[in-house]
């Protein structure tokens, strides 16, 4: 599978502030997908990141509140905005498996605290 | 849209013993069901998935099963070892390329020695 990274692996972040979260991987793939893990819950995905598109967000995520770029095929950032405690989660990336597609492999997440 | 449901939330079980952890899903377009691990402070690992044209599916000590007439997908981990304890999710999604993934809630499996 492939060798994905995430920075930061954590940050401390002001409320209001804004936080830009990377993720790269070793070979190209067609989907990128960022997830939110609320401390304690399960995984929610916020959207979905295909190379050369917009990204297409979940039912109460949007644009606004956490813009994504996919310059490429092997990177995109996800930039959580304005942020306040209730933003404090793990946000992690996954990938496609260009072998099987519907599979999905994890970066290794961003563990996120807002004041 | 899908809704996928799991049980039990949290379930101990003495080292050797077997755990059973089930699933349920709503949407009967879905045909592709994983299931990951996840350490405390660790990524989700996809440790088994399943496809619905099989009904089982085995790996050494984890086997997963797919009933798509009852709509419910159940994971069997067997001769349980401490290093089992995490949080474990199933998901579900239709299997088409660039589809999300639906998760179950999380079930915590401890094993005790």
């Known amino acids: 599978s492939a060798v994905i990274s995430q920075k930061p692996s954590r940050d401390i972040c002001q409320r209001g502030t804004s936080l830009t979260i990377q993720c790269q991987v070793d070979?190209?793939?067609?989907?990128m997908f960022w997830y939110r893990q609320q401390p304690g819950q399960s995984l929610t995905l916020i959207a979905t990141?295909?190379?050369?598109?917009?990204?297409?967000?979940e039912s109460g995520f949007v644009i606004d509140k956490f813009p994504i770029s996919r310059p490429n095929l092997t990177f995109s950032t996800l930039t959580v905005s304005n942020m306040s405690p209730e933003d404090s989660s793990i946000y992690l990336c996954?990938?496609?498996?260009?072998?099987?597609?519907?599979?999905?492999?994890f970066g290794p997440g961003t563990r996120l605290t807002v004041l | 849209g899908e809704n996928v449901e799991q049980h039990p939330s949290t379930l101990s079980v003495q080292e050797g013993d077997s755990a059973v952890i089930k699933c349920t899903y709503s949407d009967s377009a879905s045909n592709y069901f994983p299931w990951y691990k996840q350490e405390l402070g660790k990524r989700p690992q996809l440790i088994i998935d399943?496809?619905?044209?099989?009904g089982e599916k085995k790996d050494q000590r984890i086997a997963v099963t797919l009933n798509k007439t009852a709509k419910h997908f159940s994971l069997h981990i067997t001769e349980t070892q401490p290093e089992d304890s995490a949080v474990y999710f199933c998901?579900?999604?239709?299997?088409?390329?660039?589809?999300?993934?639906?998760f179950g809630k999380g079930t915590t499996l401890s094993v005790s020695s």
């Open positions: 399943i496809r619905s044209n099989v």
């Open positions: 996954s990938v496609d498996s260009s072998g099987r597609p519907d599979t999905q492999y």
């Open positions: 998901a579900a999604s239709n299997g088409q390329a660039g589809t999300a993934l639906i």
């Open positions: 990141a295909n190379q050369g598109s917009e990204a297409t967000y």
């Open positions: 070979s190209q793939v067609t989907m």
